[in-house]
């Protein structure tokens, strides 16, 4: 207790801990706080649930209840977004809708920025703000994104203002010609393609390129908020399913007459009723995008020749009856003219197989009319190409979406998101919490296997000390990170957290053991080491209690260090690309900071928390040792 508190008194010891137990609690309290997956970069979906029974009703092959749903749902979202429907025509008028919005998707958002029209969404947007859009709150942040920003043209004058004197004729012109390229689009307005112009000039390394970056990183600002204006309409139209529904709706259709046709195409040309089907075959084989109109004709038809199969069916039992005699007496002539055909002297046989085959046809037209209805169909099938239409509901209202990639700081996102749109701050909660447990490991392993070896070299002395010290030696020689290296390039992808402690540990235990070993060889002929030994005490016994008990400190203070180097060590692996790549390290975020150029584009909150955390722990652990040293190194605290 009282070297506890002595220790405590140090106060390179005391920072040390602070800042150790700084990243220790928020790696372990902050995951308790947000549980949600480190992985997780979506939000949920508040039209997925509204749409609940219409998939419920798809599932069950309930067609007919899923049309009239459909129809429930668009009639209640006229009512609830109707106030919204010339804000939605301008969402979808300039092709927003066209690169899939209603999922989020980062890569997707970016790409509809880049591509879309902007010079020719300007006059829309004013036309609509100035109008007194019911609205019009919703697109004013995206009017002043395009109209100007303040940054952008301060950045502008200053490369106007730039010494250009170094340049030659064909540089200066690159150089003017490029500013007043961007400046055009900029008055369009058209920020997008004036930050494409940018990016064009710095990667084909233009003169002066390296001073572009100020005004890439402000039209870089200028595109991420357009981003997330887009994103907010999103947010607007999350609800406004109707496109999406009346897709699944003409998929229903689609698909029912599939099936009613696939119906109707089992009868067989034998069948008596074979030539009477042709109008109801032509339907079906010349259907095109109006499915609707095709149920209705083929309903049409289908109902007339169950009418057909009526009349036969009554004249086939009057046939049956009266015999030959109740021919005469049918007064549709087709009908008729089916009976007439008949052998007359077994007409009432032959009414019976007739009456047999239009009976079987109607079965099947029966299962073809049920089938146009929607009732008893799959909707869950489908091909590559020619998705279902449960598959177009659940595409175009997912349960969750995406949320934003590489947002920077916000009260949302305390530490932005990176570019899989994941939070920064929840990942390095994780993060660290995976850092400290390989360093813990491999601490443990490395201390354990250094004092085993040193207390043992130490002690016992003669050959095995030789071949201990030489084994070390021949460690030591061989630099540890290139066998680290080796070792995971040999594993492969298994690289679990404990495998990762334990591959360190086994290249980081040769200078404790040395230096274990030169504390034993001072202790070992101390006189209570020699009263032990001579009262006959076991060589473990003496290590253990006469031994190991003086140098506890040191070892205390070894594994310190071990556990420092263990976490540089992991991080360094990571950041090289030889970690595990599905797990949230420190060292990983780095490594996907630098591969996704997030430290050239200025996304700092990428990995300067990162580095910070990492700076933290490492620098605290070593304080901790060097205040501990100063509490039982008699040299120093003298």
Same mark, same amino acid.
């Given at each position: 207790m009282q070297t506890i508190k002595t220790m405590l008194k140090s106060p390179r010891f005391l920072i040390g801990f602070i800042l150790v137990m700084t990243v220790v609690l928020f790696a372990v309290i902050y995951p308790m706080v947000d549980t949600r997956d480190p %992985?997780?970069?979506?939000?949920?979906n508040e039209a997925y649930e509204a749409v609940a029974p219409l998939r419920a009703m798809l599932d069950a092959g309930e067609g007919e209840n899923a049309t009239q749903e459909i129809a429930r749902l668009i009639a209640q979202e006229e009512a609830d977004f109707g106030p919204y429907q010339a804000l939605y025509g301008w969402y979808t008028q300039n092709q927003i809708a066209d690169y899939k919005i209603e999922n989020r998707s980062a890569n997707i958002i970016s790409a509809a920025v880049d591509k879309m029209d902007w010079a020719g969404i300007y006059p829309t947007l004013t036309e609509y703000i100035d109008g007194g859009g019911d609205r019009s709150d919703m697109l004013v942040g995206m009017r002043g994104l395009l109209e100007g920003n303040e940054p952008v043209d301060m950045a502008l004058d200053t490369l106007r203002g730039l010494d250009t004197s170094g340049l030659d004729a064909a540089g200066l012109a690159k150089w003017q010609q490029?500013?007043?390229d961007v400046a055009a689009r900029l008055a369009e307005p058209n920020p997008p393609m004036a930050k494409k112009l940018l990016d064009d000039y710095y990667r084909a390394r233009g003169p002066m390129f390296g001073d572009t970056v100020m005004l890439g990183q402000a039209l870089t600002e200028v595109n991420d908020g357009l981003i997330k204006e887009i994103v907010n309409l999103n947010l607007l139209f999350e609800q406004y399913a109707t496109p999406t529904l009346l897709r699944v709706q003409a998929k229903i259709d689609s698909t029912a007459v599939d099936k009613a046709a696939s119906a109707v195409k089992q009868i067989k040309r034998t069948n008596a009723l074979y030539a009477e089907l042709e109008p109801l075959r032509a339907i079906f084989d010349a259907k095109g995008e109006d499915t609707a109109e095709v149920i209705r004709l083929a309903t049409e038809e289908i109902a007339r020749v169950r009418q057909h199969n009526r009349d036969v069916?009554? =004249?086939?039992?009057?046939?049956?009856? %009266?015999? =030959?005699?109740a021919v005469s007496a049918i007064v549709d002539e087709t009908v008729r003219a089916e009976f007439e055909s008949l052998n007359a002297e077994d007409i009432v046989k032959g009414a019976q197989a007739l009456?047999?085959?239009? *009976?079987?046809?109607?079965q099947r037209l029966d299962d073809a009319l049920s089938r146009l209805s929607g #009732?008893?169909?799959?909707?869950?099938?489908?091909k590559p190409g020619d998705p279902s239409a449960i598959k177009i509901l659940t595409?175009?209202?997912? =349960? /969750?979406?995406?949320?934003l990639k590489n947002l920077p700081p916000s009260r949302e996102h305390p530490l932005g998101t990176d570019m899989d749109s994941r939070d920064v701050l929840l990942e390095l909660a994780h993060a660290a919490r995976l850092s400290l447990m390989v360093g813990l490991i491999a601490?443990? +392993? =490395?201390?354990?296997? *250094?004092?085993? +070896?040193?207390? $043992?070299?130490?002690?016992? *002395?003669? #050959? $095995?000390? /030789?071949i201990l010290t030489t084994w070390t030696n021949l460690f030591l020689v061989i630099p540890s990170f290139v066998i680290l290296i080796l070792l995971s390039v040999a594993m492969g992808q298994i690289r679990e957290a404990w495998i990762t402690g334990l591959v360190i540990g086994l290249t980081a235990w040769p200078w404790t053991a040395k230096s274990v070993r030169a504390q034993t060889v001072s202790l070992r002929y101390r006189d209570h080491v020699n009263m032990a030994r001579i009262?006959?005490?076991p060589t473990w016994r003496i290590i253990a209690v006469e031994i190991a008990p003086y140098i506890a400190s040191y070892i205390v203070m070894a594994f310190i260090l071990q556990v420092a180097s263990g976490i540089i060590s992991e991080a360094t692996l990571s950041i090289l690309g030889l970690g595990n790549p599905s797990s949230i390290s420190l060292g990983r975020m780095i490594n996907r900071a630098q591969q996704y150029e997030s430290i050239v584009n200025g996304r700092w909150w990428e990995f300067v928390p990162v580095a910070v955390s990492i700076a933290m722990i490492t620098f605290g652990l070593y304080m901790m040792n060097s205040g501990m040293d100063q509490v039982f190194n008699p040299k120093i605290r003298s």
């Open positions: %992985k997780a970069n979506r939000l949920p490029l500013l007043d069916l009554t =004249a086939a039992e009057a046939v049956r009856e %009266k015999g =030959a005699e009456a047999d085959a239009h *009976g079987e046809t109607g #009732v008893g169909v799959d909707f869950g099938g489908f595409d175009g209202i997912p =349960a /969750s979406t995406l949320t601490g443990c +392993i =490395a201390t354990v296997l *250094g004092i085993i +070896i040193g207390l $043992l070299a130490g002690y016992i *002395g003669g #050959v $095995l000390d /030789s009262t006959g005490n």
